[in-house]
């Protein structure tokens, strides 16, 4: 398919040479004679690159570039000019353009430069259909739920999303906080900028400093040379900051800079560096309480809770369980390309009654373990771990159990391909507890 290109000129004659020209070079070429017609032909068609005279009868063609900038990011823009300025061609680069030529002059690079813009628009349209669907996998729309603590939550987030304002994100572990942060980003205007999620409860005190602020060669051994820190990759966009009351008091003191003053200083560094990063936070503790007992800087807390929503526990919102449980069965169905479309009532009435310690990480990988042992196109209790069906039943027997649980670990390492680690995930278990339950049932 031929590229797109839009010529806007109120001189006919030339619009005309130019399109012919332009023609010949293997574009599809499309004609206007003012900067309104030229947006509205952009509004509908698929353009790739804009050559545009800078006097134009409605519309100086240097401020033209916004609007096309603001209709179609990616499309490129020349500004042609029989007469050009410095002045016009500083601005006309500062609003977006791709280039400023003067007419006559530099007719032999208009070739050259339409190919190198239309190369360019072609990639930035990409990332922006790549960046479309991030947004819309990770929008609130995809949050699933329909009870009121959960619905409330949502509607604070969305309002939220549009402004710029730090939100500090609480609720038990497993609640889907980060998949709510990555939500609010998706949401707002940084969209198209990057999200960085990093859990503070991963990394020493010293190691969590350098991994968010970066460090200069020499700072310490083996820094060989600069590194740039998390707040710097996500510049314009927005930090996630999971299990926040982890954080050591020396490196809160630090973030509370960032958060007064956008600045930091890099670990071996004397200078400041400045960002621009919206910062989003969570913990699953009472950081009131935590600020009391001496563990949390208390005005680092206030510059953190300008805006708190608390997601609820699953076990709060009992009316989900089954919503959830039906979207994960059919995501890991899909996965391995398995029929299974359904789960018999039991099976519900068994996620129903289990308190979820866990919430919705454990419930997910529940059902990921279900679908994996199922031998047919319903779900039901025997795909359910043991506990779920003898921790009320009096009249099981510790045969019956272990038989039920050599099982289990036998189709989970069949399905991991022998991956004990990954078999250890799925099954909930640590990775020497699964080595010891391989040996008392012979399955190494």
Same mark, same amino acid.
């Given at each position: &398919? ?72 990616? +499309? ?116 198209? &900028?990057?999200?960085?999620? +990093? ?77 621009? +990063? ?167």
């Amino acid at each position: &398919m031929k590229p797109k290109v839009l010529i806007i000129d109120d001189e006919e004659k030339l619009r005309g040479l130019l399109s012919r020209i332009i023609g010949l070079e293997g574009f599809e070429v499309l004609e206007a004679a003012t900067g309104k017609e030229g947006l509205k032909i952009l509004a509908r068609e698929n353009i790739m690159a804009v050559l545009s005279d800078v006097k134009l009868p409605d519309i100086n063609g240097v401020d033209l570039v916004k609007n096309i900038k603001e209709l179609r990011p990616y +499309v490129e823009v020349i500004n042609l000019t029989a007469y050009g300025t410095v002045n016009d061609a500083v601005k006309a680069i500062q609003n977006g353009a791709f280039n400023y030529i003067i007419k006559g002059d530099d007719n032999e690079k208009i070739i050259p430069l339409l190919n190198q813009a239309v190369d360019k628009a072609r990639l930035q349209l990409k990332v922006y259909e790549l960046e479309a669907k991030l947004a819309k996998k990770y929008s609130f729309a995809n949050i699933i739920g329909q009870s009121k603590q959960i619905t409330e939550a949502i509607a604070l987030g969305r309002k939220v999303a549009a402004t710029n304002t730090t939100v500090l994100l609480l609720g038990q572990t497993g609640t889907g906080k980060e998949v709510f942060a990555s939500a609010i980003h998706y949401d707002s205007e940084r969209r198209l &900028m990057p999200f960085v999620a +990093v859990n503070c409860s991963s990394f020493t005190p010293e190691l969590l400093e350098s991994e968010l602020f970066g460090y200069k060669a020499g700072a310490f051994t083996g820094a060989v040379k600069d590194k740039k820190g998390l707040f710097e990759e996500a510049q314009y966009g927005t930090i996630f900051l999971d299990e926040i009351g982890e954080m050591s008091l020396e490196l809160q003191a630090k973030l509370l800079r960032v958060l007064e003053s956008k600045t930091f200083i890099k670990v071996g560094d004397t200078q400041t560096t400045k960002v621009n +990063v919206r910062i989003l936070a969570a913990t699953n503790r009472d950081l009131m309480k935590e600020s009391e007992a001496g563990r949390f800087r208390e005005d680092l807390y206030y510059r953190l809770s300008v805006f708190t929503i608390t997601l609820p526990s699953l076990n709060e919102r009992k009316g989900d369980i089954e919503l959830l449980a039906k979207h994960y069965m059919e995501e890991f169905a899909a996965k391995i390309n398995s029929r299974i479309n359904k789960m018999d009532n039991q099976f519900v009435e068994l996620l129903n009654s289990h308190h979820w310690k866990g919430n919705i990480r454990e419930l997910k990988n529940c059902i990921e373990r279900a679908v994996i042992l199922a031998d047919s196109e319903t779900l039901t209790p025997n795909q359910l771990p043991p506990d779920f069906r003898f921790k009320n039943s009096s009249n099981s027997n510790a045969l019956d159990l272990a038989t039920i649980e050599k099982q289990h670990i036998f189709k989970v390492l069949q399905y991991t391909g022998g991956n004990k680690t990954e078999a250890a995930r799925l099954l909930g278990i640590g990775l020497t507890t699964l080595y010891r339950k391989l040996e008392e049932y012979h399955l190494n």
